[in-house]
């Protein structure tokens, strides 16, 4: 390639930098959608976050060994990280301070249309929602308990 062509192509390049607005970082997330009205109230119970008989139940849930049916891991990893496409990645703090505590049990509760999510409502009682939560928020807090006050709207 002749080095007119070179600045050529960087010239387009700068211009369609420009015009699109510069680079989308990966920390620029899409909003989330808004809680439905029957979710927008749940909030964990005092203490859940952190409770070890809590945060024990979840991983017996999470794991597939309280009900084969619900099994998080298969999708979101034994440690949080996705092992599917599309599974969001638990590890990673950016996302998990995006939920509010209401969200996230919605999104178990019901699911997440147009992906694997499945909704878990019908298997699972709204205290085992909660422990799954609570064992799945350790991901993003080098494995260990930790209240949830990481959640930035």
Known sequence: MTGSKIGMSAV?????LILSGGMASAEDLPPLPPVPAEYADKHMPAGGWTDPKAIEEGAKIYSGESNPVVNCGSCHGKDGQPVKKGARDLRDQKNVGRYSD???????AEGI?????????????????????????????????????????
Do not use: N
Request: glycine content about 6%; proline content about 6%; hydrophobic content about 40%.
């Open 12 to 16: 387009m390049m700068g211009c369609a």
């Open 102 to 108: 209401s969200f996230w049990f919605w999104r178990i």
């Open 113 to 153: 249309p147009k992906t694997k999510m499945k909704a878990w409502k019908s298997l699972l009682s709204e205290e085992q929602i909660w422990q799954v939560m609570a064992f799945e928020h350790q991901f993003s807090h080098g494995g260990k308990p930790s209240e949830h006050t990481d959640y930035k709207p």
